[in-house]
């Protein structure tokens, strides 16, 4: 049996990797072990633990590492602590594997410890470029203490290669949010509305939106330029789902917040939708606005328009059904008027998501019982100079 960690620390990443939990806990060759932390365990940020004992998934151990996010020095905090916390932790649980998504920077602490156990990580989501955020550096890193990686599509594949990790160890397996939409029935607006106690009475958007990391203190007046375009949509509602706990993240929420309290009438603010009530707001909502991965990445598969606002997912690959504009009033209610046409409307029935079928977890649990058919993976890697050679 293979004792498999997996870390989750937010409610995005938990989604994300949901499909992928079920197969370990079910399978007889796997004994997984969920390690569950960040804003999971925060009230702020909606306690989204609940969402993963909703799923009957046993948690392994829950690791508080979140501090106060309202300064920059607080995610070194948080980084710091995570390090600490999960260093003492795998000093007494070791594993063969840790599987971690994405690009957080807590992620990145854990990984180091991980590293410095003698504990290999599987990454998911690799090789992927997001301008303008921090999430740029961390996703890179934990590449580089990454053995075994499974990202989404070819491109990224011939990135981690070209960063020297050999083409053995690079599985591209597709998107892992997509074998939710494969799998999932999602439910109908009623149910929605009953979930939110809040009436969808007009064509609704899904809004989220996190503070662009490498920009100096943007968040503050791109979240007015937001909440100013969405004020000039007196004839839509809005659900708003929170920021995330970066820098900057509190004073977006905040903005909200105030927002729905004059807005009541047309717009709600949760801080986690959950997975499934999340889908079922894309699948019946007009269009997804803001500037999270899950408008590039899983949006696309619902064939409804994305607008996507900012630098914060510059560098991904995009459908044809994603709107980008930039962060101000005038240009997202251009991007809103262009999304609500029938011509685009048209344009993203026929849009095909380039993030994968929707098959990502049965390729990374074939891959990963392929590794530990032989042999215990071991730490030593060369670095695979692909100059000149076909990738």
Known sequence: M????????????????????????????????L???????????????????????????????LAEVGE???????????????????????????????????????????????????????GETTVGASDEFWRHAITKLSYLHFPIMEVYRKRIICMGESPDRVCMSGALGLDNIRVMTLGTKK?????????????????????????????????????AACDQLTDMNFIFTKA???????????????????????????????TYYYFTAVKNCAFVMGNSSS??????????????????????????????CRPISDDIIAAVNKARTEEFRKICKSAVNPNGDGHAVSRIIAKIKEEFQSEKISMEKSFYDCKGKDL
């Open 35 to 65: 390690l569950v932390t960040g804003t999971h365990l925060s009230e702020k940020f909606g306690l989204t633990v609940n969402e993963i004992n909703d799923d009957h998934v046993p948690i392994a151990a829950k690791i508080d590492i």
């Open 72 to 126: 920059k020095i607080d995610v070194s905090k948080t980084m710091a602590k995570a390090i600490s916390s999960f260093s003492d932790f795998f000093s007494n649980h070791h594993f063969d594997l840790l599987i971690v998504d994405g690009d957080r920077y807590e992620t990145l602490a854990v990984c180091i410890s991980a590293v410095n156990h003698h504990i290999p990580i599987a990454h998911c989501g690799g």
């Open 295 to 324: 408008g590039i990445t899983e949006v696309p598969s619902f064939h409804i328009p994305t607008i996507n606002i900012g630098d914060r997912q510059k560098g991904r690959e995009r459908a044809v059904s994603i709107i980008d």
């Open 2 to 33: 293979i004792k498999i960690a997996v870390l989750t620390s937010t409610r995005a990443e938990y989604g994300l990797m949901r499909q992928l939990i079920f197969r370990l806990r079910d399978d007889a060759d796997f004994d997984l072990n």
């Open 191 to 227: 149910e929605l509305e009953d979930r939110l106690c809040f009436s969808l009475d007009k064509p609704y958007a899904v809004v989220t939106f996190h503070p662009v990391t490498l920009e100096d203190n943007t968040f503050d007046r791109q979240a007015d330029e937001l909440l």
């Open 244 to 274: 995330n706990a970066d820098f900057g993240g509190d004073v977006i929420n905040r903005k909200l917040e105030h927002y729905v309290k004059s807005h009541n009438d047309s717009a709600v603010c949760v801080p986690s939708l959950g």
